[in-house]
């Protein structure tokens, strides 16, 4: 949800006949700094399923109240996970065809290869569950192993999104339609869900990030809404951050 300077690479379907960007479109799209509507949302996600692996993998499957918790935490991230495959295959998908037809072929396979691996570990929470002694042992073992492929290969979708998905977002999109997409994609989202989703973005993101966010956010809130949030979402902020986001936002 910033700008950024990154030069991304060129996405393989837009050398191809079915996709209609000239080379000379892309370079052009890359040239200055682009509105990224992936920068800050994935940041987050990063912070969750990274902070979840760790959690996951230093849960006591002798313990039955630290291991609820663990397994709570990680359900809770394959929700938003399955939230924002949802609402990329609605929302940002469908823009790249409609200017760019075939350029979602490989993320949407990934999505789908995704939406399979969480379901795989969901079923491994299930048989933690049921378990117990060394039997929990090892099946908690065995699905800290299957989040940990998970995560890697996320991470490296997300960064093929931010690299070959914008380089065709931005040679057929304005930043302006960026905006648009987004605000519309974070509209379709429950508040409840966007206030989990908010809380990783903030914590996640770089100070200049951080208030760019914030300041959006706030023109569509009322003033109390936008105070009581943002004093929750402080809390869990160093006190160096907080400084440097109160004066940001003043």
């Known amino acids: 949800m910033m700008t950024t300077n990154a030069t991304p690479m060129q996405h393989p379907a837009a050398s191809e006949p ?39 993998g230093r849960m006591d499957p002798d313990d039955d109240e630290d291991t609820a918790q663990a397994l709570a935490q990680l359900r809770e991230f394959v929700t938003l996970a399955k939230t924002h495959l949802h609402h990329e295959d609605l929302h940002v998908h469908p823009a790249m065809e409609a200017r760019a037809p075939g350029s979602t072929r490989s993320v949407e396979a ?20 049921r378990s117990t002694g060394d039997a929990r042992a090892a099946a908690a073992l065995a699905l800290y192993r299957r989040l940990a492929l998970f995560v890697a290969d996320d991470l490296v979708h997300m960064h093929a999104e931010e690299t ?9 999109y ?12 974070v509209a379709s989202i429950p508040p409840a869900t966007n206030a989990i989703f908010a809380r990783w973005m903030v914590a996640s993101s770089s100070p200049a ?11 569509t809130m009322p003033a109390e809404a936008f105070g009581a949030m943002l004093g929750g979402l402080a809390q869990r902020l160093a006190p160096r951050d907080r400084v440097k986001l109160e004066a940001a936002l003043a």
């Open 18 to 56: 079915h996709v209609d960007l000239s080379r000379r479109q892309m370079r052009n799209a890359q040239a200055t700094a682009r509105y990224d509507p992936y920068l800050v949302i994935h940041k987050g996600l990063r912070a969750l399923m990274t902070d979840t692996l760790q959690r996951v």
């Open 110 to 129: 990934d999505h789908l290869s995704h939406r399979e691996a969480m379901a795989g570990i969901l079923d491994g929470c299930d048989a933690v569950e």
């Open 164 to 172: 070959e998905n914008n380089a065709v977002l931005w040679a057929t």
């Open 174 to 185: 304005s930043d302006d339609e960026l905006h648009a997409m987004v605000e519309r994609l």
């Open 209 to 219: 990030e951080r208030a760019t966010l914030l300041r959006g956010v706030r023109q």
